[in-house]
């Protein structure tokens, strides 16, 4: 079982920039659609990114298509999510995800192993 640990959330104002970096634990990195996901209080967490296991296909929920970029670096075992153009509606904790499988829009049912989470602020 893979294990993730994200890190790169903080506070950033609306419009700016901030990168996101999940580390996987394990020798079978490569094997796993690797995916972010967001959540707010009171909502169900919900999809934002999945790239697959060599990093040629990538998808993205339509909130964030254009401003998010994910990627990964099966070398370093890490895999990224680079957020520009952050609106106050980003507001969430991301969590980091790993799936044995890829689809257009990720199930929170499809996922094998999550991270802990990490907070990204965005004030206006």
């Known amino acids: 079982q893979v294990q993730l640990v994200e890190s790169g959330g903080g506070l950033v104002q609306a419009g700016g920039p901030l990168r996101l970096s999940c580390a996987a634990s394990g020798r079978t990195f490569s094997t796993y659609v690797m995916g972010w996901f967001r959540q707010v209080p009171g909502k169900e967490r919900e999809f934002v990114a999945a790239?697959?296991?060599?990093?040629?296909?990538?998808s993205y929920a339509d909130s964030v298509k254009g401003r998010f970029t994910i990627s990964r670096d099966n070398a370093k075992n890490t895999v990224y999510l680079q957020m520009n153009s952050l609106k106050p509606e980003d507001t969430a904790v991301y969590y980091c995800a790993a799936s044995l499988l890829f689809a257009a829009k990720l199930h929170p049912s499809q996922v094998n192993a999550w991270g802990q989470g990490t907070q990204v602020t965005v004030s206006s």
């Open positions: 790239i697959t296991g060599r990093g040629t296909t990538s």
